[in-house]
């Protein structure tokens, strides 16, 4: 299986969601590919926010390896599942998508994990507001073990 978890510039929630998606599958014993994407350019080749990396380090994951990437039609092809932060990040990869197949690997995270009716359908960006880091760890945490016992199913 192979994942890839997408927000904007992929500094802040993606490569949390990276993270946790990466541990998740590891405590599974699951070899799967996960990897992180922006829908933006702005960021390419950045390493994660240092607000998103010291959160994950807090936590005994370590997201300093992780470069931002733009994500690409190949990519929409490649992954097996591609899971969008927010509503505009999904419309934007649906709008690039360029089949009816990859479009249909793309997903809103809090929906794929069940989570969307309890926590609201968007994990909040946080780079605006330093405060709202550890939250959306909390909830980038608790999306990706959902999905993993989804996909476990």
Known sequence: MKIIAVCLGNICRSPLAEGLL??????????????????????????????????AREHGIDITT???????????????LVLGMDRQNVADLKARAQTQDQRDKIHLFLDYAGLAESDGPDVFDPYYDDRAYAGVYQLVEKAAMRVMDRLGD
């Open 66 to 80: 992780q470069r931002s990437h733009h994500v690409s039609e190949e990519d929409l092809e490649y992954y097996d």
């Open 22 to 55: 990466r541990r998740e599958a590891e405590s599974r014993g699951l070899d799967w590919e996960i990897a992180s994407g922006g829908t933006a350019n702005y960021h390419t080749g950045n390493p994660p926010d240092p607000r998103s990396v010291a959160v």
